[in-house]
């Protein structure tokens, strides 16, 4: 079965690899994507995140300059096996890519923070590869609010943020995005924000590592009305396997991260939304803790996940690569 995931930190974590002085091979290593798993899972296209975090930027790091390094290392990896994976930066690229037999590597951006406020380093950012971006992760920045916040008291569920929401400059990067063809992406954002953009964006988004807040109600993932909308806009939400946002459990050392809970949230997703606005956004090389799916090569784990949930074996390729290739086709 082919896969396609929208989301991934691998490239955060073999840049620290790197800074610590003991680089990991992209070949094969122990984390959880590498290129001969990838391989071996049939993987089709992996999104890899170029993640920043902002209270780093409080002890003397500069954001942009880590989003250059890790679009640096995205190039390397990308040029050091040209005949196994290789980017995509328009949708001929994927198409030429799988005719090929080509693994894709599309390039994303976790936390728009990183431009600065800076529409000029948005365009030169696009103009870097970089083809889908969060606007914000964990901390407010110049463009938005997030849900979670780095700097609160730990909270079991977090409660959602319903004040704050996109600021003027976050709405003109909402509209340079969709200009460029750059993908707008929701997860991390607050509910405020979410809704700012449902009402002003004139092209599909995605929410690319999201579960459903109904089952696991951490502010994290969608509501039910957030679900309905993106699929209405014709976007797409990708099943995050974190076991915060898969769980319902009284505390988050309780939670779980198993195959059949993200088959019961693409059940979900589809009862709400439709089964074209389902996809896959493992959150690989973000998240910890006990998974299931400890790997890119385990993924045959929820397609029998998802059949045991009743989904048809047409069902199924739609999450696993159908739709997410569908969506970008059309929309970069």
């Given at each position: 079965m082919k896969v396609w995931d929208m989301h991934c930190d691998t490239l955060s974590?073999?840049?620290?690899?790197?800074?610590?002085?003991?680089?990991?091979?992209?070949e094969h290593n122990d984390l959880h994507i590498d290129l001969a798993r990838l391989e071996k899972g049939e993987y089709m296209?992996?999104?890899?995140?170029?993640?920043?975090?902002?209270?780093?930027?409080?002890?003397?790091?500069?954001?942009?300059?880590?989003?250059?390094?890790?679009?640096?290392?995205?190039k390397r990896l990308m040029a050091r096996y040209p005949d196994r994976i290789a980017p995509v930066y328009e949708a001929a690229d994927?198409?030429?890519?799988?005719?090929?037999?080509?693994?894709?590597?599309?390039?994303?951006?976790?936390?728009?923070?990183c431009c600065k406020g800076s529409l000029g380093v948005l365009r030169q950012l696009y103009g870097l590869g970089v083809r889908m971006m969060t606007l914000t992760w964990n901390y407010p920045?110049?463009?938005?609010?997030?849900n979670l916040s780095a700097r609160a008291a730990p909270v079991w569920p977090c409660p959602p943020n319903t004040e704050t929401g996109l600021t003027e400059t976050g709405f003109a990067f909402l509209a340079e995005m969709e200009r460029l063809h750059m993908i707008l992406d929701v997860s991390h954002l607050s509910d405020k924000g979410f809704w700012d953009v449902a009402e002003r964006s004139t092209r599909p988004f995605v929410a690319s590592h999201s579960d459903c807040r109904a089952l696991a109600p951490h502010c994290r993932n969608l509501t039910d009305p957030m679900l309905r909308t993106l699929a209405e806009k014709g976007g797409l939400a990708g099943l995050n396997y974190c076991t915060h946002f898969l769980d319902d459990q009284p505390s988050p050392e309780l939670c779980r991260s198993t195959a059949a809970l993200a088959a019961r949230h693409a059940a979900h997703m589809r009862k709400v939304g439709g089964i074209g606005m389902i996809?896959?956004?493992?959150?690989?090389?973000?998240?910890?803790?006990?998974?299931?799916?400890?790997?890119?090569?385990?993924?045959?784990?929820?397609?029998?996940?998802?059949?045991?949930?009743?989904?048809?074996?047409?069902?199924?390729?739609?999450?696993?690569?159908?739709?997410?290739?569908?969506?970008?086709?059309?929309n970069l």
């Open positions: 974590a073999l840049l620290a690899a790197e800074r610590r002085g003991a680089p990991k091979d992209f296209l992996q999104s890899f995140a170029a993640f920043v975090d902002l209270g780093e930027a409080e002890k003397g790091a500069d954001p942009l300059v880590d989003v250059l390094e890790m679009i640096d290392l995205f994927i198409r030429r890519n799988a005719a090929a037999g080509k693994i894709s590597g599309l390039l994303t951006v976790e936390e728009g923070g920045n110049q463009l938005a609010a997030p996809a896959l956004g493992s959150d690989f090389d973000g998240i910890g803790g006990p998974l299931e799916m400890d790997g890119c090569d385990k993924l045959e784990l929820l397609a029998d996940a998802l059949r045991k949930e009743g989904f048809s074996e047409d069902e199924v390729e739609s999450i696993f690569w159908g739709n997410a290739r569908r969506f970008f086709e059309e």
